[in-house]
């Protein structure tokens, strides 16, 4: 049992030093922009990004030799999370600039949504290095609640209250069945820690039925976090009638978030029962990577289509979580960060030709951007392409990895199912290619959105881009991450 020491909570402080700042900072920012007019309101925006920035030099300047225990054994660094909260910390600023302009020409620029995402990031961060069942729920929570907040964001808009209502009820339901799960794994394996509830799985445990049991509450609420069908019923509606600039939050760090809750739970606390779980998420994942690539053919809302893809995504994801393999689990964390960073800059494509009075949300109102942006209609294709799984991107190799991961443990027919799928999922990615450059512009108005967003976006693109030409930089850090 742990024993309460100066220097022992001394050292777990220092290790949650990026948590703390980043929370310190979100109050003082909350109270700087009490002061602040309307015509000011970007200096929350300013701040609100150079926090997250500094955090994140933070989070890389701590060293991190193995796995570190801190607070009580409530708080855990480790590789994987100081990469992780890394990639969260610098998705959340690119969020940021992304939406800065988009708020101000809707007459919401607002300092709350700045503070919302700061405290959804902590909490995000708090998972991401959660060593025990109730850090981990209340990480969870804290992110929640302000992703809820977020989605109703533009006080006028009925839909986007619409979509919190529906994302509040149905997040609410999910956030309470984890918890029922968490109360049978405890009541089990008799331990909060998630290296209790390992070796009591290790330890002769694994194949209970009460575990099990709990197990299956646990899936259901990973499933709703990430995604997956079926317990994806809330995606589409809450990324179609979210305002775009909290859509694409919703769409990367949430995600982030989500997959290190599936690691902390499935991969550490309960690998002695992975015969177990692993089963359930081959459901998870057939379905997600099925309905996800079929229904967005049918989608003509881009935010839906791209919805749905994230669906399809999540399941070539829970392909990696499911094999149990080193390999497997180092190929879906390459595949989400991959993911998240494409993601962002598919929404952000969005957000510079919305305007306003008009949301740039339908896949028509890409029609001839070649004419219109040479520029950034290449920029958008290599995001298509990317997502479609084509070489040379990122997203081919992503494919691979997982495909190869399946493969490595006897599961041919999920590689080949996996495969077909991503042919057809290739089909709505590459329509959008065809509108850009074969269709004539409908809209010809002047692209907007600043320097600093023209400039962020370009370089996400074609990071997408140079992290398909040599991949290997990524993995390595994934390989490092998850030995």
Not at 17 to 43: H, K, N, S
Not at 273 to 295: E, F, H, R, T
Not at 321 to 349: D, E, K, N, P, R
Request: charge should be neutral; glycine fraction near 10%.
């Amino acid at each position: 049992m742990n024993t309460f020491s100066v220097d022992s909570f001394t050292a777990g402080l220092v290790l949650a030093r990026p948590e703390m700042f980043v929370g310190l900072c979100a109050c003082t920012i909350l109270l700087i922009d009490l002061l602040l007019v309307d015509a000011q309101r970007y200096w929350t925006g300013v701040l609100s990004v150079a926090t997250l920035l500094v955090a994140a030099l933070f989070v890389v300047v701590q060293p991190v030799p193995s796995r570190m225990l801190a607070l009580g054994g409530l708080f855990e660094l480790d590789p994987m999370a100081q990469v992780l909260k890394v990639v969260t910390l610098v998705t959340v600023a690119v969020v940021f600039i992304y939406s800065t302009d988009y708020l101000r020409r809707r007459s919401i620029l607002k300092g709350e949504y700045y503070v919302l995402g700061l405290f959804a990031t902590l909490g995000a961060m708090v998972l991401i290095s959660a060593a025990n069942l109730i850090t981990l729920y209340l990480g969870l929570e804290l992110m929640s609640l302000c992703l809820y907040a977020m989605v109703a964001f533009d006080r006028e808009s009925a839909i986007a209250a619409e979509s919190a209502i529906k994302y509040f009820v149905l997040g609410s339901m999910a956030s309470g069945t984890l918890l029922y799960g968490m109360s049978i794994v405890y009541g089990v394996t008799g331990s909060l820690q998630l290296d209790g509830i390992a070796a009591a799985a290790h330890g002769g445990i694994g194949q209970n039925l009460g575990l099990i049991f709990g197990i299956a509450f646990l899936i259901v609420g990973i499933g709703f976090k990430l995604g997956a069908v079926p317990f994806h019923m809330w995606i589409p509606d809450v990324y179609e009638g979210s305002p775009t600039s909290v859509t694409v939050f919703i769409g990367t760090a949430s995600k982030l978030a989500a997959f290190a809750l599936a690691m902390r739970l499935l991969t550490e606390g309960l690998a002695g029962s992975q015969a177990d779980w692993s089963q359930m998420l081959v459901v998870l994942a057939v379905l997600s990577i099925a309905i996800g690539n079929v229904v967005a053919v049918a989608q003509t809302n881009l935010k839906r289509m791209l919805a749905y893809s994230t669906i399809s995504h999540v399941g070539y994801i829970l392909l990696g979580i499911l094999s149990g393999t080193a390999q497997g689990y180092q190929a879906a964390m390459f595949y989400m960060v991959s993911y998240v960073i494409v993601s962002s800059g598919a929404f952000g494509m969005i957000l510079l030709l919305a305007r306003k009075g008009f949301e740039a949300d339908q896949i028509v109102d890409f029609k001839g951007l070649n004419a219109r942006s040479p520029w950034f209609a290449g920029m958008m294709a290599i995001l298509m392409f990317s997502l479609a799984g084509l070489p040379p991107f990122v997203g081919f190799w992503a494919k691979l990895g997982v495909v190869q991961a399946v493969l490595d443990v006897g599961f041919t027919w999920l590689a080949v199912l996996a495969v077909l799928f991503s042919v057809v999922g290739a089909f709505f990615y590459l329509r959008i290619v065809k509108l850009m450059y074969f269709d004539d512009p409908t809209d010809s108005s002047v692209i907007g959105g600043g320097v600093l967003m023209r400039m962020v976006l370009s370089v996400n693109a074609l990071l997408v881009f140079a992290l398909g030409i040599a991949p290997a930089g990524l993995i390595s850090l994934c390989q490092r991450a998850l030995p």
